[in-house]
Every structure is written in structure tokens, then in C-alpha cells.
């Protein structure tokens, strides 16, 4: 070799990563139990080189990952006139979204942080209650927090917060041939379910599933491998 050679150029490459996802609730109700998710991201990317040992990376997903809980309890807990009970096992909900990575590489090991935009939240899966005005039990109930007709935008708040942040870590090497193979940890920071939403999520009150929803702070963080090509 008669000269090292530094090449800074940009590159570009494509992943796909799939992994588990991880709930924190906080403030929530004691009888919700929150089991362990999936979640899956198509990625795109790009890097450039920084030195010998930096590069600089930005990734753009599209992220679906998978809420799942059970939840049993009743109406008296909350000091309710009307006391009915409800019963939810394993039910799912899936969101969807849109997120934007900024990372550093060093040594194959970076860090960094993500921002992104929920576009779809929907539930699906078991419930069962009772109350004042009957029985209902369905093995395949449904409900989309962005259908308006189900749940309006009052004074232009919905009931998930579309803004979603956090910070990602994790080990990513790319081989000479281009081959990408990491394992990442993406930690939640941000509220799923708006605070700021009126109470009552649907016509007829509090959202059974989830209740009380307004009091519910939720962090979904994803633990993943990942591979791909950089060309």
C-alpha cells in the first residue's frame, strides 16, 4: 500500500430488524398487566464516514409494534355508583408509526436518539363486562383510537399522542462485503395515551379496557436484532 486511502462518502443501505417489546405503565390501574410484545421495522439508512473508527448514521422506519394486556377489576374500585365488572385477556393493541434516527458509530458500538409520528392505534382481542344495562362479551372486539368517529379530536387533542421519542443504543457492524447484522435497545420516553384528552374516551364514558385512561402513562421500548446491506 503506497497511500491510505479515507473514503467519507455518503452510503446508503436497507434493513429490517424485529425484536420485543417492553411496556412501563405508570399511574395505571393495578389490575392491568401488560405481557410482552412484538414489534418489526422495514429500515432505510445512510451513513457517513466521521474518521477511521466514526461513522454518522440516519435511519428512517416505518415501526409497528404490539401493546398486549389483560385486565380484570370493577366499577367499585373507583368509587362508581354503577358496578359492573370487565374482563380482558391478552388483548392487543398495534401501533404504527413513522420514525426519523440520528446515530453515532464508534467502534461498531452507537448511540443516539429517535423521533417519530403514530399514525394508527388499533385494538383487537377478548373483552367482557357487565353493567347496569347488560351483559357483552365478544372474543374479537375492535376499536381505532384515530377513527373519529369513535374518538373525536376535542380542542385538537386525541387520545394517543402522536409525537414519539426516546434514546436508541446498541452494537451494529457492517462487514466489507456490506452485510449489516446489530442488536439495538430503543428506550421510550414519550406518553402513548394523551393526558390532555377529555375524560370519557368513547360516548359512553371511560374506555373500559384501559381504565381510567386519562390517569394511564404507557412506554412501549423495543429490543431488537437487525440485518441488512449497505451498498
Same mark, same amino acid.
Given at each position: ?27 395505571? /390501574? ?8 412484538i414489534g418489526y ?59 426519523? &434516527? ?19 392505534? /388499533? ?19 375492535r376499536y381505532a ?19 414519539? &421519542? ?17 442488536? *439495538? ?14 375524560? *370519557? ?9 384501559? &381504565? ?20
Amino acid at each position: 500500500m503506497i497511500a491510505r486511502v479515507k473514503d467519507y462518502s455518503l452510503r446508503i443501505g436497507v434493513a429490517i430488524s424485529s425484536g420485543a417489546v417492553l411496556s412501563t405503565l405508570k399511574n395505571a /390501574d393495578s389490575d392491568i398487566n401488560p405481557s410482552i410484545g412484538i414489534g418489526y421495522s422495514p429500515i432505510f439508512f445512510s451513513s457517513i464516514r466521521l474518521n477511521e473508527k466514526t461513522k454518522f448514521q440516519i435511519d428512517l422506519t416505518y415501526s409497528k409494534h404490539q401493546f398486549i394486556f389483560s385486565n380484570r377489576g370493577n366499577d367499585s374500585e373507583y368509587g362508581g355508583s354503577n358496578i359492573y365488572f370487565y374482563n380482558t385477556h391478552n388483548a392487543k393493541i398495534n401501533f404504527q408509526d413513522l420514525k426519523l &434516527y440520528a446515530k453515532i458509530n464508534i467502534n461498531s458500538l452507537y448511540f443516539g436518539g429517535y423521533y417519530g409520528k403514530i399514525f394508527k392505534a /388499533d385494538r383487537k382481542g377478548n373483552i367482557e363486562y357487565e353493567s347496569s344495562t347488560g351483559f357483552f362479551s365478544s372474543s374479537d372486539y375492535r376499536y381505532a383510537f384515530f377513527n373519529k368517529a369513535e374518538y373525536p379530536v376535542i380542542d385538537g387533542q386525541r387520545p394517543v399522542n402522536q409525537n414519539n &421519542y426516546g434514546f436508541t443504543v446498541g452494537y451494529e457492524r457492517i462487514s466489507r462485503g456490506g452485510m449489516l447484522l446489530g442488536l *439495538g435497545l430503543d428506550y421510550n420516553l414519550s406518553n402513548y395515551f394523551n393526558k390532555s384528552y377529555e375524560s *370519557g374516551w368513547t360516548e359512553s364514558g371511560d374506555n373500559i379496557d384501559l &381504565y381510567p385512561s386519562r390517569e394511564i402513562g404507557l412506554n412501549l421500548h423495543y429490543i431488537y436484532m437487525k440485518t441488512g446491506i449497505r451498498f
